[in-house]
């Protein structure tokens, strides 16, 4: 079974650090994008960092110079490190990629999918 699993959220004072990893298993014949989104309470999902296909790395404007995305593709896992955390950043946070797995069937092949984890809360609070 393919799927993302995460690990690292906790709860943390204001100015701290936290490190999310997130790694995919199961029979996986590639990874494309791969990155972090977050959902406070009452608000959408959002992007925070995120690969793209071509490799290049993205951030959300509020979290610039403060956190570090970073990817093992021979582990097929991406870490998020968070720094000077702040309240804000509190949320639960999923990991999401790209995966090529194999299709069974009367379209059998190799295709990619959107995977998501099942989330790990990050909670920023004195």
């Known amino acids: 079974q393919v799927q993302l699993v995460e690990s690292g959220g906790g709860l943390v004072q204001p100015g701290g650090s936290l490190r999310l990893s997130c790694a995919a298993s199961g029979s996986i014949f590639g990874v494309a994008a791969m990155g972090w989104y977050r959902q406070a309470p009452g608000k959408q999902r959002e992007l925070v960092a995120a690969f793209t296909s071509g490799g290049s790395a993205n951030y959300a404007d509020s979290v610039k110079g403060r956190f570090t995305i970073s990817r093992d593709n021979a582990k097929n896992t991406v870490s998020l490190q968070m720094d000077s955390l702040k309240p804000e950043a509190s949320a639960v946070y999923y990991c999401?990629?790209?995966?090529?797995?194999?299709?069974?069937?009367?379209?059998?092949?190799?295709?990619?999918?959107?995977?998501w984890g099942q989330g790990t809360q990050v909670t920023v609070s004195s």
């Open positions: 999401n990629a790209a995966l090529e797995v194999e299709r069974l069937g009367p379209s059998s092949g190799r295709y990619y999918y959107d995977y």
